[in-house]
Protein backbone atom coordinates (compact mmCIF):
# COMPACT_ATOMS: atom_id res chain seq x y z
CA UNK A 1 0.00 0.00 0.00
CA UNK A 2 3.00 2.49 0.70
CA UNK A 3 4.55 1.35 -2.11
CA UNK A 4 1.60 2.11 -4.10
CA UNK A 5 1.15 5.31 -2.61
CA UNK A 6 4.46 5.90 -2.98
CA UNK A 7 3.94 5.21 -6.70
CA UNK A 8 0.70 7.69 -7.23
CA UNK A 9 1.99 10.50 -5.37
CA UNK A 10 5.34 10.53 -7.94
CA UNK A 11 3.21 9.49 -10.74
CA UNK A 12 1.61 12.63 -10.46
CA UNK A 13 4.17 14.84 -10.23
CA UNK A 14 5.32 13.41 -13.23
CA UNK A 15 2.32 13.86 -14.68
CA UNK A 16 2.40 17.33 -13.65
CA UNK A 17 6.23 17.81 -14.88
CA UNK A 18 5.06 16.77 -18.64
CA UNK A 19 1.82 18.51 -18.08
CA UNK A 20 3.30 21.59 -17.16
CA UNK A 21 6.12 21.16 -20.01
CA UNK A 22 3.46 20.59 -22.11
CA UNK A 23 1.61 23.60 -21.32
CA UNK A 24 5.21 25.63 -22.05
CA UNK A 25 5.69 24.08 -24.58
CA UNK A 26 2.43 24.56 -26.01
CA UNK A 27 1.66 28.11 -24.67
CA UNK A 28 4.90 29.64 -24.76
CA UNK A 29 5.14 30.22 -28.77
CA UNK A 30 1.44 31.75 -28.42
CA UNK A 31 2.57 33.94 -25.51
CA UNK A 32 5.68 34.84 -27.60
CA UNK A 33 3.94 35.61 -30.92
CA UNK A 34 1.03 37.45 -29.11
CA UNK A 35 3.87 40.03 -27.56
CA UNK A 36 5.98 40.06 -30.43
CA UNK A 37 2.74 41.23 -32.26
CA UNK A 38 1.50 43.93 -29.84
CA UNK A 39 5.07 45.59 -28.74
CA UNK A 40 6.23 45.08 -32.50
CA UNK A 41 3.91 46.61 -34.63
CA UNK A 42 4.61 49.78 -32.96
CA UNK A 43 8.50 49.36 -32.58
CA UNK A 44 9.10 48.03 -36.73
CA UNK A 45 6.73 51.58 -37.51
CA UNK A 46 9.02 53.99 -35.81
CA UNK A 47 11.58 52.47 -37.70
CA UNK A 48 10.22 52.88 -40.68
CA UNK A 49 8.29 56.29 -40.22
CA UNK A 50 8.80 58.90 -37.12
CA UNK A 51 8.09 62.61 -36.87
CA UNK A 52 11.25 64.71 -36.66
CA UNK A 53 10.57 67.03 -33.76
CA UNK A 54 12.75 69.84 -35.30
CA UNK A 55 11.44 69.20 -38.76
CA UNK A 56 7.96 68.63 -37.57
CA UNK A 57 8.50 66.21 -40.89
CA UNK A 58 7.57 62.77 -40.66
CA UNK A 59 10.69 61.09 -41.82
CA UNK A 60 10.42 57.34 -43.68
CA UNK A 61 13.08 55.07 -43.44
CA UNK A 62 14.97 52.29 -45.34
CA UNK A 63 15.71 48.95 -43.90
CA UNK A 64 19.13 50.39 -43.15
CA UNK A 65 17.60 53.28 -41.06
CA UNK A 66 18.38 56.30 -43.71
CA UNK A 67 15.87 59.02 -44.49
CA UNK A 68 14.50 58.19 -48.15
CA UNK A 69 11.57 60.88 -47.97
CA UNK A 70 9.81 62.90 -45.62
CA UNK A 71 6.10 64.34 -45.46
CA UNK A 72 4.17 66.80 -43.85
CA UNK A 73 2.29 65.92 -40.84
CA UNK A 74 -2.13 66.34 -42.16
CA UNK A 75 -5.35 66.95 -40.76
CA UNK A 76 -6.80 65.25 -43.58
CA UNK A 77 -8.44 62.37 -41.66
CA UNK A 78 -10.51 60.69 -44.18
CA UNK A 79 -13.79 60.93 -42.53
CA UNK A 80 -15.89 62.23 -40.07
CA UNK A 81 -16.89 61.13 -36.48
CA UNK A 82 -14.73 59.83 -33.60
CA UNK A 83 -11.97 57.60 -32.73
CA UNK A 84 -13.34 54.21 -31.75
CA UNK A 85 -9.97 52.11 -31.35
CA UNK A 86 -6.66 52.86 -32.02
CA UNK A 87 -3.84 51.50 -33.66
CA UNK A 88 -2.54 48.77 -32.10
CA UNK A 89 -5.06 47.63 -29.36
CA UNK A 90 -6.05 43.95 -28.60
CA UNK A 91 -10.10 44.32 -27.79
CA UNK A 92 -11.43 40.61 -26.48
CA UNK A 93 -13.53 40.38 -30.22
CA UNK A 94 -10.00 40.12 -31.49
CA UNK A 95 -8.69 37.84 -29.50
CA UNK A 96 -11.99 35.74 -29.73
CA UNK A 97 -11.59 36.22 -33.39
CA UNK A 98 -8.20 34.92 -33.58
CA UNK A 99 -6.97 38.40 -34.50
CA UNK A 100 -3.75 39.76 -33.48
CA UNK A 101 -3.32 43.30 -32.78
CA UNK A 102 -5.08 46.07 -34.42
CA UNK A 103 -3.55 46.83 -37.76
CA UNK A 104 -5.09 50.55 -38.24
CA UNK A 105 -7.21 53.32 -36.64
CA UNK A 106 -11.37 52.90 -36.32
CA UNK A 107 -13.55 56.18 -37.15
CA UNK A 108 -17.05 55.24 -36.22
CA UNK A 109 -20.17 57.45 -36.82
CA UNK A 110 -21.45 59.33 -34.11
CA UNK A 111 -25.15 57.76 -34.92
CA UNK A 112 -24.00 54.53 -35.95
CA UNK A 113 -25.20 55.12 -39.94
CA UNK A 114 -23.74 54.38 -43.05
CA UNK A 115 -22.88 56.79 -45.66
CA UNK A 116 -20.11 58.89 -44.55
CA UNK A 117 -18.11 59.90 -47.32
CA UNK A 118 -14.23 58.70 -47.44
CA UNK A 119 -11.46 60.85 -48.56
CA UNK A 120 -7.60 59.95 -49.21
CA UNK A 121 -5.89 60.97 -46.12
CA UNK A 122 -2.97 62.32 -48.29
CA UNK A 123 -2.57 62.33 -52.16
CA UNK A 124 -1.93 59.18 -53.72
CA UNK A 125 -2.76 57.27 -56.80
CA UNK A 126 -5.22 54.06 -56.76
CA UNK A 127 -3.85 50.82 -56.75
CA UNK A 128 -7.41 49.03 -56.42
CA UNK A 129 -11.01 49.15 -55.87
CA UNK A 130 -12.14 46.05 -54.43
CA UNK A 131 -16.05 46.29 -54.81
CA UNK A 132 -16.84 42.64 -53.64
CA UNK A 133 -17.23 42.27 -49.66
CA UNK A 134 -15.69 38.46 -49.21
CA UNK A 135 -12.37 40.22 -46.75
CA UNK A 136 -11.73 40.94 -43.63
CA UNK A 137 -11.63 44.22 -45.07
CA UNK A 138 -14.78 43.90 -46.52
CA UNK A 139 -15.13 47.13 -49.98
CA UNK A 140 -11.98 48.57 -49.58
CA UNK A 141 -10.21 51.43 -51.98
CA UNK A 142 -6.55 50.98 -51.64
CA UNK A 143 -4.05 53.78 -52.42
CA UNK A 144 -0.50 54.29 -53.14
CA UNK A 145 1.46 57.55 -51.82
CA UNK A 146 4.99 58.77 -52.04
CA UNK A 147 8.08 56.69 -50.04
CA UNK A 148 6.14 53.33 -49.88
CA UNK A 149 3.45 54.70 -48.07
CA UNK A 150 0.02 53.04 -48.88
CA UNK A 151 -3.24 53.38 -47.10
CA UNK A 152 -6.49 51.54 -47.27
CA UNK A 153 -9.71 52.50 -46.63
CA UNK A 154 -12.23 49.35 -44.95
CA UNK A 155 -15.66 48.26 -44.49
CA UNK A 156 -17.04 50.94 -47.11
CA UNK A 157 -20.71 50.52 -47.52
CA UNK A 158 -19.92 51.04 -51.64
CA UNK A 159 -16.94 52.78 -52.96
CA UNK A 160 -16.23 55.03 -55.86
CA UNK A 161 -15.13 53.32 -59.08
CA UNK A 162 -12.12 54.70 -59.69
CA UNK A 163 -10.11 53.27 -62.61
CA UNK A 164 -6.18 52.00 -60.97
CA UNK A 165 -3.55 54.74 -61.03
CA UNK A 166 -5.63 57.49 -61.05
CA UNK A 167 -4.31 60.23 -58.89
CA UNK A 168 -6.82 61.23 -55.66
CA UNK A 169 -6.71 64.01 -53.48
CA UNK A 170 -8.10 64.38 -49.65
CA UNK A 171 -11.29 66.00 -50.18
CA UNK A 172 -11.96 63.68 -53.66
CA UNK A 173 -14.85 60.73 -52.40
CA UNK A 174 -13.41 57.50 -53.01
CA UNK A 175 -16.28 55.66 -50.89
CA UNK A 176 -18.66 55.51 -47.98
CA UNK A 177 -18.65 54.41 -44.84
CA UNK A 178 -20.46 51.04 -44.15
CA UNK A 179 -19.81 47.85 -42.17
CA UNK A 180 -18.66 45.16 -44.65
CA UNK A 181 -16.37 42.49 -43.91
CA UNK A 182 -15.40 41.36 -40.78
CA UNK A 183 -16.70 44.60 -38.75
CA UNK A 184 -19.08 45.28 -35.92
CA UNK A 185 -20.80 48.44 -36.31
CA UNK A 186 -20.51 51.59 -39.77
CA UNK A 187 -16.80 52.82 -39.31
CA UNK A 188 -14.01 53.54 -41.39
CA UNK A 189 -10.61 51.39 -40.62
CA UNK A 190 -8.05 52.77 -42.22
CA UNK A 191 -4.20 51.33 -42.29
CA UNK A 192 -1.24 53.22 -43.30
CA UNK A 193 2.06 51.25 -44.33
CA UNK A 194 5.48 51.19 -45.03
CA UNK A 195 6.63 48.82 -47.26
CA UNK A 196 3.74 46.95 -46.49
CA UNK A 197 4.38 46.83 -42.84
CA UNK A 198 1.18 49.02 -40.95
CA UNK A 199 2.72 52.20 -39.16
CA UNK A 200 0.27 53.86 -36.55
CA UNK A 201 -1.97 56.46 -38.73
CA UNK A 202 -1.51 58.90 -36.18
CA UNK A 203 1.98 59.04 -37.31
CA UNK A 204 0.82 61.17 -40.07
CA UNK A 205 -2.41 62.60 -38.82
CA UNK A 206 -2.29 64.81 -36.04
CA UNK A 207 -5.79 66.45 -33.85
CA UNK A 208 -9.03 64.48 -34.60
CA UNK A 209 -11.65 63.90 -36.97
CA UNK A 210 -14.66 66.36 -37.12
CA UNK A 211 -17.78 65.27 -36.34
CA UNK A 212 -20.31 63.32 -38.16
CA UNK A 213 -22.08 64.68 -41.25
CA UNK A 214 -24.82 61.97 -41.45
CA UNK A 215 -27.63 63.51 -39.80
CA UNK A 216 -29.95 61.14 -37.54
CA UNK A 217 -33.70 60.48 -38.71
CA UNK A 218 -36.23 62.33 -36.74
CA UNK A 219 -39.08 59.78 -37.77
ZN1 LIG B 1 -10.15 48.52 -37.54
Not at 1 to 13: E, G, P, S, V, Y
Given at each position: ?????????????EIKIVLATLAV?I?????????????????????????????????????????????????????????????????????????????????????????????????????????????????????????????????????????????????????????????????????????????????????????????????
Open positions: MTILLWLIKNTKTLFLPIVSVVVVASSGVQLVGDALAALNPITHLVEIFDTEGNVIGEVELTTNWPTRGYISDEFGSEQQFRLDWGLGAHTGIDIANQNGLIGEPVTPFMTGTVLFVDQVDDSACGINVKLQHDFNITSTYCHLSSAVNIAPTTEVHPGDIIGYMGSTGASTGPHLHLTTAVYGIPINPRTFLVGEPEGSTVVVPTF
